[in-house]
């Protein structure tokens, strides 16, 4: 599939989901909600880290960044214009910590990514206690739900087009050539910095643009619950267990893990992330190329006919 | 003078702690290239372990020490077996292995943590040893955290003799500089992997039965001692187990002279500090040559 047909398929798929606010009720809609928002993390962090192979911990940071720009301009924002300054925020500071660890790889730059989203999580803590006298901040003006749904679908879908688009431009080629073997992509003429830092910056921007979207949903946010490492781990999770490789497994993964986290949670809390887990090695185990090798599978079995 | 004697101490006494649990993660990942992220719910298995034994049968907590360790060894034996084998015999290569042993890391993460909870409830668990205070040049310490502190440097202090010393200790080392050349001169992978992976869950769990000694426990108690030991072996150098001993003394003498001088808040934001600058300097670790 080239990048035209691709990208129609996204617009129309787009479509389908941008119809579902008159089709669902509210407890549903919340549902496709938080699928679509894991989606557009899954994919904004395979965008940079499936082809480098690069294991970046950081997620959660950008999210938070972006959900405390909205806090901190509401009121004097308008919703979408926090939305893209969150993303635009979580995207220089991915340039900034880029440019310092970016030379890094395997667990160091895990752990360095890993430290840097708690680094900011209590640098803001400390901040707001000392200077603003608050913990967490109420946002008193949200939107309503089928615009904060439209908005969020909105960035996902931005996130799946700029990663079909980097994956077919030079951009795409240069980070898998890194992936393989950084030295000799240098040799070829690519520079490996500069791409890193690109492409770190820009699936820092979805990831940011979708925490100041949903940061309307919370009404109180606080550093504790906008910086949760859960949401950089679960990010990461579904992006490996769809295959980080693709763009298409992330996504679907990232509606299987929706559906099972939000029916689940709710009823069996511990249950559910026992299964979780014991799934989870399951599918390291047998199932290493991710939700994205069953396709992969079938169509090439379909090809063998 | 006093105060700075306390607070030398008692920095000296969390480093303690956290050097344990970090050698034992360090071994597992320079050896093996499994970073396992699960590494604090075995610790806090080690303190239930160690808190059952105490309230049903009354097991003086220090007795039971080499208990804890041989069930915390055989079940890294079995972890290995059944969860990381299969990765390490099948992955193409090194970054393969890390990240998918770090995607198990997260599903036994998951699994321990929650069994815990679904065994034990989410309640804050605890009991009382050896409370009495203990004057040691005009400072005073709760004498639990001074046996703390002591059975925890014999337990590392043991393993960097082993690694020195033995022949099984050579064979990791060698096995840690060239995988390859180790297997050429009769190194045997598979009985040397799980053992690592078992001593280094035993350590955990050692840690963790030591810990169940001065602090309360509850089941998500692992997590913050992950995250300190991966600061502490990045710190030191990935696969230095001497580098893990004095990683984390620096990092205990780090927190404990920050919070003493700015604020207990700012405690993460200290370790993460000194572990980027660490990092941005000397990225290959403090202690590496």
């Known amino acids: 599939m080239n990048s035209r047909h691709a990208l129609l398929a996204l617009l129309a798929g787009g479509l389908a989901l941008a119809a579902l606010p008159w089709l669902l009720s509210d407890f549903l809609l919340a549902l496709a909600l938080s699928c679509v928002m894991y989606a557009g993390l899954a994919v904004s962090w395979s965008m940079f880290c499936g082809p480098t192979n690069y294991l970046s911990l950081a997620t959660a940071a950008f999210f938070g960044l972006g959900t405390y720009v909205t806090a901190w301009g509401a009121g004097a924002l308008p919703y979408g214009l926090s939305v893209l300054a969150g993303g635009l925020v979580a995207a220089g500071f991915a340039a900034l910590i880029g440019a310092a660890v970016l030379h890094l790889r395997g667990a160091y730059f895990a752990v360095i990514t890993f430290g840097m989203g708690e680094l900011v999580r209590h640098g803001i803590t400390y901040y707001e206690k000392a200077f603003e006298g608050t913990v967490g901040r109420i946002i008193a003006e949200a939107p309503e739900s089928t615009t904060v749904y439209w908005m969020v679908l909105l960035v996902s879908m931005g996130a799946v087009a700029a990663a079909v688009l980097v994956r077919d431009h030079r951009l795409g080629l240069a980070l898998r050539g890194i992936g393989s073997d950084e030295e000799r992509a240098q040799t070829l003429g690519v520079n490996a910095r500069r791409s890193k830092i690109a492409a770190f910056a820009l699936s820092a921007f979805f990831a940011g643009a979708l925490g100041a979207a949903m940061a309307v949903r919370w009404t109180y946010i606080d550093p504790l619950t906008v910086f949760n490492p859960f949401i950089g781990f679960q990010t990461v999770l579904i992006a490996m267990v769809g295959g980080a490789q693709t763009i298409l497994g992330p996504i679907a993964s990232a509606v299987v893990f929706g559906l099972l986290t939000e029916f689940l949670r709710l009823q069996f809390p511990y249950l559910f992330l026992v299964i979780l887990g014991f799934l989870l090695i399951l599918l390291v185990l047998y199932l290493p190329g991710g939700i994205a090798s069953l396709f992969e599978r079938w169509r090439w079995r379909r090809g063998n006919v | ?289």
């Open chain 2, 1 to 289: 003078m006093s105060l700075w004697f306390e607070l030398i101490a008692s920095g000296l006494i969390t480093g303690g702690i956290y050097a344990v649990v970090a050698i034992g993660l360090n071994l597992q990942y320079g050896l093996m290239r499994i970073l396992n992220i699960s590494h604090g719910e075995f610790l806090m298995l080690g303190a239930y372990l160690t808190w059952l034994a105490h309230t049903v049968l009354q097991v003086n907590p220090l007795a039971f020490l080499p208990v804890v360790a041989l069930v915390m060894f055989v079940a890294g034996v079995l972890v290995y077996r059944l969860c990381f084998y299969r990765i390490v015999s099948t992955a193409p290569a090194v970054e393969v292995i890390e990240a998918r042993s770090l995607l198990v890391g997260f599903g036994l993460l998951y699994l321990v943590q929650n069994l815990a909870y679904l065994a034990w409830g989410a309640d804050l668990r605890g009991y009382s040893f050896l409370v009495e205070t203990l004057e040691i040049g005009g400072a005073r310490f709760n004498l639990n955290r001074v046996v703390v502190f002591g059975f925890a440097m014999a337990a590392s202090l043991a393993l960097l003799a082993v690694l020195r010393f033995t022949l099984i200790g050579k064979a990791v080392r060698a096995m840690m500089q060239s995988p390859t050349g180790a297997q050429l001169v009769g190194i045997d992978t598979k009985v040397l992997h799980p053992v690592v992976f078992g001593a280094g869950l035993a350590l955990a769990g050692v840690a963790g039965a030591l810990l169940s000694t001065v602090f309360e426990i509850s089941p998500a108690m692992g997590e913050p001692y992950t995250v300190t030991a991966l600061i502490v072996i990045v710190l030191g150098g990935l696969g230095s187990a001497l580098g893990s001993l004095l990683g984390g003394f620096l990092l205990g003498l780090v927190e404990t002279f920050g919070m003493h001088f700015t604020s207990p808040s700012l405690k993460m934001v200290l370790s993460y500090g000194v572990l980027i600058a660490v990092l941005l300097a000397r990225p290959k670790g403090l202690f590496t040559r």
